[in-house]
């Protein structure tokens, strides 16, 4: 028992670290993750912030997740809306903060933000499904998919065309691109080559299951 407040600080962690590498991508302005550049482009025709917008993307994925025949307990839809709720607030937190230190104009700069954020993720997203039992909604989405297809790469393929193609229909119409560019394909074809890097370093000792705080 004195082990899960030690998983428990190790995944908030991860949450944390997975909102501030976000916001350095988001604030390198040379794209960012699938999901928070659909987040960004639906800032930009709502009246709501990234972050906000980023909670409404992972509601509807609980949906998604639900139609494809995803069982959920009222309880872990509750903790990981909780989840999605926290990491939002947090990602409009640091997009703030960058905002009133320093904000990069410089490409070499920028392009420092970028690698920064994208392994600030890789860190988070290990230590996230080591130290974690409940997870954000679009990745109860991917699992969805990688069991439907009953392959993940095309499930995560499949995943991953939603929130670009959200971002791709938003573009066209307002002729305004936000949120997708080159660090967005770095993201979709790298970010599981450093997580694999950072699996072998980072290894934290998880609490037996039925010690677990549980869905």
Same mark, same amino acid.
């Given at each position: 028992?004195?082990?899960?407040?030690?998983?428990?600080?190790?995944?908030?962690?991860?949450?944390?670290?997975?909102?501030?590498?976000?916001?350095?991508?988001?604030?390198?302005?040379?794209?960012?993750?699938?999901?928070?550049?659909?987040?960004?482009?639906?800032?930009?025709?709502?009246?709501?912030?990234?972050?906000?917008?980023?909670?409404?993307?992972?509601?509807?994925?609980?949906?998604?997740?639900?139609?494809?025949?995803?069982?959920?307990?009222?309880?872990?839809?509750?903790?990981?809306?909780?989840?999605? &709720?926290?990491? !939002?607030?947090? #990602? +409009? /937190?640091?997009?703030?903060?960058?905002? =009133?230190?320093? *904000? @990069?104009?410089?490409?070499?700069?920028?392009?420092?933000?970028?690698?920064?954020?994208?392994?600030?993720?890789?860190?988070?997203?290990?230590?996230?499904?080591?130290?974690?039992?409940?997870?954000?909604?679009?990745?109860?989405?991917?699992?969805?998919?990688?069991?439907?297809?009953?392959?993940?790469?095309?499930?995560?393929?499949?995943?991953?065309?939603?929130?670009?193609?959200?971002?791709?229909?938003?573009?066209?119409?307002?002729?305004?691109?936000?949120?997708?560019?080159?660090?967005?394909?770095?993201?979709? &074809?790298?970010? !599981?080559?450093? #997580? +694999? /890097?950072?699996?072998?370093?980072?290894? =934290?000792?998880? *609490? @037996?299951?039925?010690?677990?705080?549980?869905?």
């Amino acid at each position: 028992m004195r082990n899960i407040p030690v998983n428990l600080l190790w995944f908030m962690c991860s949450i944390i670290l997975n909102a501030l590498g976000n916001s350095f991508m988001i604030t390198s302005n040379l794209g960012s993750s699938p999901w928070a550049a659909a987040g960004q482009n639906l800032a930009f025709i709502l009246p709501l912030s990234t972050g906000a917008c980023i909670i409404i993307l992972n509601f509807f994925s609980f949906i998604l997740s639900y139609l494809i025949k995803t069982k959920f307990t009222l309880v872990m839809i509750i903790k990981s809306m909780a989840l999605t &709720f926290v990491f !939002g607030m947090f #990602i +409009d /937190l640091f997009v703030y903060l960058h905002h =009133i230190m320093y *904000v @990069p104009e410089n490409l070499w700069i920028r392009g420092l933000y970028s690698l920064i954020g994208l392994n600030l993720m890789a860190i988070a997203v290990c230590i996230y499904f080591q130290s974690g039992s409940i997870y954000l909604p679009s990745d109860y989405l991917l699992k969805a998919f990688g069991k439907r297809m009953k392959n993940y790469t095309v499930g995560t393929m499949i995943c991953t065309s939603i929130p670009l193609s959200i971002s791709i229909v938003i573009i066209l119409f307002q002729h305004h691109i936000t949120g997708l560019g080159i660090s967005t394909f770095l993201f979709m &074809f790298g970010i !599981g080559f450093l #997580i +694999d /890097l950072y699996n072998r370093w980072i290894v =934290i000792d998880k *609490v @037996p299951q039925q010690n677990m705080y549980s869905a």
